[in-house]
Nanobody
Framework: VQLVESGGGLVQAGGSLRLSCASSARAFSEHGMAWFRQAAGKERGFVAFIGWNSTLYGDPVKGRFTISRDNAKNTVYLEMNSLKVEDTAVYYC??????????????WGQGTQVTVSA
C-alpha cells in the first residue's frame, strides 16, 4: 500500500492549507486514517484520526484543523486553519490503524513539509 501526501507549503501565520493523502489500498474505506507531524528535533506527534464515523484530534489543533475522507477517491484530507508558527512540521499520513499512537498504524506516507511564517 502506498500513501502519497500533497498540499504542503509555506504560509503566513493565520493562513490556511489543505493537505491530501491518496491511498492505493483496496479496502481504504475500512481503514482508520490519521495525520501525524514531526517538527525538527521533536518526536512525531498526533494530529488527527478519522474512522468510519468518528474523528479524534490532538489538543494543539482542536478547533483549527478538520480531518475528512472521500472513500470514492481513496483520499483523506486535513484542512488546517488559523495556522500558527508552532504548526511548522513535516506532516505524515498514516493508514490502517486507530487512535493517537503512531505504532498502531501499518502504512505511512513520505511526508509533506508545512512551514508557517510569522
Amino acid at each position: 500500500v502506498q500513501l502519497v501526501e500533497s498540499g504542503g507549503g509555506l504560509v503566513q501565520a493565520g493562513g490556511s492549507l489543505r493537505l491530501s493523502c491518496a491511498s492505493s489500498a483496496r479496502a481504504f474505506s475500512e481503514h482508520g486514517m490519521a495525520w501525524f507531524r514531526q517538527a525538527a528535533g521533536k518526536e512525531r506527534g498526533f494530529v488527527a484520526f478519522i474512522g468510519w464515523n468518528s474523528t479524534l484530534y490532538g489538543d494543539p489543533v482542536k478547533g483549527r484543523f478538520t480531518i475528512s475522507r472521500d472513500n470514492a477517491k481513496n483520499t483523506v484530507y486535513l484542512e488546517m486553519n488559523s495556522l500558527k508558527v508552532e504548526d511548522t512540521a513535516v506532516y505524515y499520513c498514516a493508514g490502517r490503524g486507530v487512535g493517537s499512537n503512531p505504532g498502531q498504524y501499518d502504512y505511512w506516507g513520505q511526508g509533506t513539509q508545512v512551514t508557517v511564517s510569522a
